[in-house]
Nanobody, 126 residues
Framework: QVQLVESGGGLVQAGGSLRLSCAAS????????MGWFRQAPGKEREFVAA????????YYLDSVKGRFTISRDNAKNTVFLQMNSLKPEDTAVYYC???????????????????WGQGTQVTVSS
């Protein structure tokens, strides 16, 4: 079992930056693909970014490409999401998730992930 805890959310003005962290306990994350999702009020949860367990392959939602960067520190059992040039439409609860499959297919579906954190609120004011 893997427990995931997100942190780093908050209130920021448009154009600002935040760095989200996702710390894992229970098992090492080094063999899990990891992803970030977000859910805005009244909307479905959507994929934001993913990183493979090996080689550090990444995949992003088109609207965050060039602004967000997903990374991981396996030694610290932590995954990060650096968010720059934030926009009001980025406002949402952000969740990290772990995919225990051994391959890499840029997992973008909620159903491809096995473990989820509780989420951290990101609010971008205009």
């Amino acid at each position: 079992q893997v427990q995931l805890v997100e942190s780093g959310g908050g209130l920021v003005q448009a154009g600002g930056s935040l760095r989200l962290s996702c710390a894992a306990s229970g098992r090492t994350l080094s063999r899990y693909n990891m992803g970030w999702f977000r859910q805005a009020p009244g909307k479905e949860r959507e994929f934001v970014a993913a990183i493979s367990w090996s080689l550090g392959n990444t995949y992003y939602l088109d609207s965050v490409k060039g602004r967000f960067t997903i990374s991981r520190d396996n030694a610290k059992n932590t995954v990060f999401l650096q968010m720059n040039s934030l926009k009001p439409e980025d406002t949402a609860v952000y969740y990290c998730a772990a995919d225990r499959s051994s391959g890499w297919s840029a997992p973008r579906s909620i159903n491809e992930y096995d473990y989820w954190g509780q989420g951290t609120q990101v609010t971008v004011s205009s």
